[in-house]
């Protein structure tokens, strides 16, 4: 199977964070983010250039979460996708864009923080619930998955581990 991709942004947060409804009671979560850019030079450093300046939003469950986590300053990465919309100012019609975040979280390579995972048990139902929302057929957990939390309940390993596919990975904060 393919590697799925999808748009990614990272950048900070320029502006303090909005949560609103939409008329059918949705969360949407605002933010007006700056994205760095750089330029290579001649010699192989790189040329710091002007920021640009763009919405992000966010709907949904996670529109709250991110209202909650993130304020003025912040970094982060973003997937999602840029998205166009219409709209008028000062009676003329303008096309902007934003970038509609599917998911959002801190930037680890500028932010410090701290892990707590919940039992895996429970990170797997809302992995499997957010799944059926967004109507995608998931796998069962693999055997080895399932295994290695419950040895790391059973030992009360004072480290906690995280599983990507086929891999167990120690965390970095200790």
């Known amino acids: 199977m393919a590697i799925k991709t999808s748009q990614a942004i990272t950048g900070f947060i320029s502006d303090d964070p909005r949560?609103?409804?939409?008329?059918?009671?949705?969360?949407?979560?605002?933010?007006?983010?700056?994205?760095?850019?750089?330029?290579?030079?001649?010699?192989?450093?790189?040329?710091r250039l002007a920021n640009s300046y763009h919405d992000l939003i966010q709907f949904g469950d996670a529109a709250e979460l991110s209202y909650e986590r993130f304020s003025k300053g912040d970094e982060f990465v973003a997937q999602g996708q840029v998205r166009e919309y219409t709209r008028d100012v000062d009676g003329v019609s303008r096309t902007d864009e934003q970038f509609l975040a599917r998911r959002i979280g801190h930037d680890p390579n500028t932010t410090t923080y701290t892990v707590e995972r919940r039992p895996a048990a429970e990170r797997d139902g809302a992995d499997r619930e957010a799944a059926e929302r967004e109507g995608v057929e998931q796998e069962e957990p693999s055997a080895a998955r399932v295994n290695e939390a419950t040895r790391q309940q059973q030992l009360g390993s004072p480290e906690p581990v995280a599983h990507t596919e086929g891999a167990t990975v120690e965390a970095a904060a200790r």
């Open 19 to 47: 949560l609103s409804y939409t008329q059918d009671g949705q969360a949407r979560f605002y933010a007006r983010v700056g994205i760095k850019h750089f330029e290579r030079t001649e010699n192989g450093s790189f040329k």
